[in-house]
């Protein structure tokens, strides 16, 4: 008997039929003599008109209040699933975030789990009963409602099974699995049968939204056997469905260059010109930035001419009018000469653990999209990524370009050299 965590993405539960359907799945594993917690997300769109219905009411609702309408969805697809479950004759018991004790901080919309209590869930467990917990929720010390970010039921489960020590938390989506790239963009996407959890970090982090970044932290953290697979696809019970998150498999002679490509369509880029080229203007700029609690995520800053020089980074879009705003104001405290900025760029990155040891990979990206003609306005990199800043129009083109140039269409192989993806043996999953 294993106790397992299972979460439902908002297609999967977007309608009755499919709350009925995930009802019979949890019944099968129930079945088999499992315990299972069920996490399940708000129904598809929910989230987004529950929030719209706020904005009609004031263009910059009480985060506070916004948290309180927003977790009603969640409120409603544990009930309907209970009512689902006990109809397949199964016991169940649902529980909000707050009424099982999943504590988090008070940062209202993105507040971060500090603790669960475990007490309520594995007496229902130990009763017999399938547990539904609200995703995406949690209540702060004072008891206010919170919610974890966009896609934070990911995060609920992740921490729920780290919590119960599960033997396994099965995220079910509306793909098969992680993809080379988002399957949508790139029909000739592959699934991965595994990513290891730093480039599954990665990914999530540079934007794709299969995970929710802080669901993989947890996981990675807690060592939780993490699994991504489809809610619509019949149940295998077997290990190798969907994509295994790894920790790095030792076996593996050589790792394929890059894993995958991720995008991000949520950026803009903001400039400060002219600005005097000192010690501590870049605290001056950022300083204030991030006293609002917006998040920077790459920053360039020119060599300087003439004693000034230029600042530039990006922001996500939802914060591009705040941080707009902010540097108005910090423009006239230093002295700078003007502020220009960009809503409609995107960030395109190839991801990978092997080109820790394969030189080129930049150089290869970079042909790939000169080549197509797209031009890249800023460039970052670290150990295992390379991401640039491109202008939206341009953004299904370079995923697309970059997927092909990388070969990522073709069956996984390890690579000895970056042009001979063929001439190592087939990593098999672990
Ligand atoms: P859920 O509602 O189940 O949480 P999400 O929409 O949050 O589902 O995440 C699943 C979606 O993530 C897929 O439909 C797919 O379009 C997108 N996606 C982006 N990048 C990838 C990737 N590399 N692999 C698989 N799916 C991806
Ligand atoms: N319902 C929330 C959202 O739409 C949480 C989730 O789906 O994971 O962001
Ligand atoms: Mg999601």
Redesign the pocket.
């Known amino acids: 008997m294993a106790l397992i965590v299972q979460?439902?993405?908002?297609?999967?539960v977007g309608s009755t039929e499919r709350i009925r359907n995930v009802a019979r799945r949890v019944a099968r594993w129930h079945a088999r003599g499992h315990q299972v917690v069920v996490v399940p997300?708000a129904m598809?769109g929910e989230t987004n008109r529950l929030l719209a219905l706020a904005k009609e009411m004031s263009p910059s609702p009480d985060p506070r209040e916004l948290d309180v309408i927003a977790s009603t969805g969640e409120q409603v697809t544990i009930a309907l699933l209970a009512i689902a479950l006990h109809a397949e004759g199964i016991q169940a018991r649902s529980f909000t975030g707050p009424q099982v004790g999943v504590l988090t901080d008070s940062t209202f919309t993105k507040a971060r789990i500090l603790k669960i209590n475990q007490d309520k869930i594995r007496k229902s467990l130990n009763d017999g009963s399938v547990v539904v917990v609200a995703g995406f929720q949690g209540a702060d010390e004072e008891g206010n409602i919170t919610t974890l970010g966009r896609?934070g039921?990911?995060t609920s489960a992740v921490a729920l099974a780290a919590a119960l020590k599960a033997d396994e938390c099965q995220?079910?989506?509306?793909?098969d699995?992680?993809?080379?790239?988002?399957?949508?963009?790139v029909p000739e996407?592959r699934?991965?049968d595994t990513i290891t959890f730093e480039e599954m970090l990665e990914?999530a982090s540079l934007?794709?939204?299969?995970?929710?970044i802080r669901s993989v932290e947890f996981a990675g953290k807690y060592k939780v056997k993490l699994r991504?697979l489809s809610?619509f696809e019949e149940d295998f019970d077997d290990d190798c469905a969907g994509?295994l998150i790894t920790i790095e498999d030792k076996k593996r002679m050589e790792q394929p260059v890059i894993s995958?490509?991720?995008?991000n369509r949520d950026e803009a880029k903001l400039t400060v010109l002219g600005v005097p080229d000192r010690p501590g203007t870049a605290f001056q700029i950022l300083g204030p930035v991030a006293d609002a609690n917006i998040d920077v995520d790459m920053i360039i800053q020119n060599i300087g001419h003439d004693g000034t020089t230029d600042f530039s980074f990006t922001v996500n879009r939802n914060d591009y009018a705040k941080a707009m705003k902010i540097l108005k104001e910090v423009k006239e405290r230093i002295g700078a000469r003007s502020v220009a900025g960009n809503p409609t760029i995107c960030k395109v990155s190839a991801v990978g653990v092997g080109m820790r040891s394969h030189p080129g990979v930049a150089s290869r990206m970079f042909a790939a999209l000169g080549k197509e003609g797209i031009n890249m306005a800023m460039i970052s990199t670290s150990e295992i990524k390379i991401s640039v800043v491109i202008d939206e129009k341009s953004l299904e083109h370079a995923v697309r370009t970059l997927h092909k140039a990388f070969g990522l269409e073709k069956p996984q192989k390890s690579t000895l050299s970056l042009t001979g993806r063929d001439e190592t043996d087939i990593i098999t999953p672990s």
């Open positions: 979460k439902f993405g908002g297609t999967s997300s598809a896609g039921s990911d995220i079910y989506t509306d793909v699995g992680v993809y080379t790239t988002d399957p949508r963009v996407a699934k991965l990914m934007g794709s939204k299969v995970l929710q991504v809610s994509t995958g490509i991720a995008f």
